[in-house]
């Protein structure tokens, strides 16, 4: 991957029994090319030595606003400029509480205030202290300054409860921080990538629609961008923030997007990413007044929607790259596999939407990948990562398919 070479990350560390798992994210970090380097609050040095820290990162750590000698070396202003990132794990209540206020009366939290790079929180504590108020609100600041939060994990805590507000992994750490740097893959690329449901008006107070979320969706246009890719993101009604740097188009009906689709490939595009649920059927016609109660039982005439993808698929000049998404309740391969021949993708991410712990509404996804060599599990795993890993391989195709330029290629279904 190769995003984190020569990048420098400042580790905050606060007190938590979870402050050893940092030795495993530094050494995670260094590995993929980073400079790490320690800063440890009071209550973090309870926990573990500066010495650990300091041979595991190369580098001094360290631990006073006011310690002549450090700032004889690398000054904390000078450390604050020097970061690409500053990585607070694990975070304290009582960090994150501070650093809500903008607390600078120490050296941890006067680099989170002195530092122009982008700051990550892990936070760490009992599922109760989480779950307060003072928290939520805590972490609801932070979240509008543009804080990246990452985890916490649920399950078995030190303390003996189970809930929320375990340290994340250190590889979910380190993903959360790799996948913030772009990898520039797909720089110069243009992606279009629909998601949400779309809704379909029976009259003007009534639709068909369905339950997806557009996560997936956004997830994907998140990571094309930081990819590099100039991005336009296709819509249904979803709640979702918009990813920095991509073009939203929101849609209400299948027939809007696909409008909006061939309105934003006027110009060749690279990968065209489907993981919209579009609604298969709407209202022969809507109602132009809301539909009055009557008989005991109604009849509405529902026609087939134009299949987005399967167009795009088949446009002149084709998208280089067509990705399509299936959810299944059996069979998964098989009907995968055969979607994907049916509508000459290149590519059908399929997952298996009867397990309810993955898909539609959730934040986990575990996907097959489907392509003409194959089928692949990836494993389970958050939408963001999966995303990441969506996009990569994407990327990996179309730098293999980029001497086919965008002219008389067939689907690779075909
Ligand atoms: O046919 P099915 O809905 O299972 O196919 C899933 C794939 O086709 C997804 O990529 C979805 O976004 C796309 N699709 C589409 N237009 C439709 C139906 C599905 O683009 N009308």
Redesign the pocket.
């Known amino acids: 991957m190769g995003h984190l070479q020569n990048r420098n990350i400042i580790i905050g560390v606060t007190g938590g029994i979870a402050a050893y798992k940092i030795a495993e994210t530094i050494r995670l970090l260094r590995r993929a090319g980073a400079s790490v380097r320690v800063i440890m609050s009071r209550g973090a040095q309870a926990f573990m030595t500066p010495l650990t820290l300091q041979s595991l990162s190369g580098h001094p750590v360290h631990t006073d606003l006011l310690d002549e000698t450090a700032e004889m070396g690398m000054g904390h202003i000078e450390l604050a400029r020097w970061a690409d990132a500053y990585l607070i794990a694990p975070a304290t209540a009582d960090t994150l509480a501070r650093l809500a206020m903008g607390r600078a009366d120490d050296l941890l939290t006067t680099t989170a205030l002195a530092t122009p790079a982008p700051l990550f929180v892990a936070p760490a504590m009992n599922q109760q202290m989480w779950a307060s108020q003072a928290t939520t609100a805590n972490m609801k600041l932070l979240l509008d300054r543009g804080v990246h939060v990452i985890g916490p994990e649920s399950g078995e805590q030190a303390c003996g409860d189970i809930g929320a507000g375990r340290l994340s992994e250190p590889s979910d750490i380190y993903a959360a921080i790799d996948a913030f740097f772009p990898t520039g893959k797909l720089a110069g690329k243009k992606v279009i990538i629909?998601a949400g449901p779309t809704l379909e008006p029976i009259d003007p107070v009534r639709f068909i629609s369905n339950h997806s979320s557009g996560k997936m969706g956004f997830a994907l246009a998140q990571a094309a961008a930081e990819a590099g890719a100039d991005t336009v993101l296709i819509c249904g009604p979803v709640t979702l923030e918009t990813p920095a740097g991509v073009t939203r188009i929101d849609i209400r009906t299948?027939a809007e997007?696909?409008d909006a689709c061939r309105l934003y490939s006027a110009t060749p595009v690279d990968l065209f990413?489907?993981?919209?649920?579009?609604?298969?059927y709407r209202p022969q016609t809507a109602a132009e007044q809301k539909i009055k109660k009557g008989g005991a039982s109604i009849t509405m005439e529902l026609v087939?929607?134009?299949?987005?993808?399967?167009?795009?698929a088949q446009m002149n000049p084709r998208p280089a790259v067509v990705?399509?998404?299936?959810?299944?309740t059996e069979d998964l391969v098989d009907h995968a596999q055969a979607?994907r021949l049916a509508?000459q993708?290149d590519v059908?991410v399929a997952n298996d939407v009867s397990r309810v712990d993955i898909g539609f509404n959730s934040d986990a996804n575990a996907v097959t990948w489907i392509d003409e060599s194959g089928a692949e599990t990836i494993a389970m795993t958050t939408k963001n990562n999966l995303a990441k890993i969506v996009i990569e391989r994407c990327a990996g195709l179309l730098g293999s398919s980029a001497d086919l330029e965008f002219s008389g290629r067939e689907g690779a279904g075909s």
């Not at 990413?273 to 298969?280: F, K, M, P």
Request: net charge negative; aromatic share 4%.
């Open positions: 629909t299948a997007m696909l990413i489907g993981s919209a649920a579009v609604a298969d087939r929607n134009p299949d987005i993808i399967g167009e795009m990705v399509g998404f299936a959810a299944e979607k509508k993708l059908i």
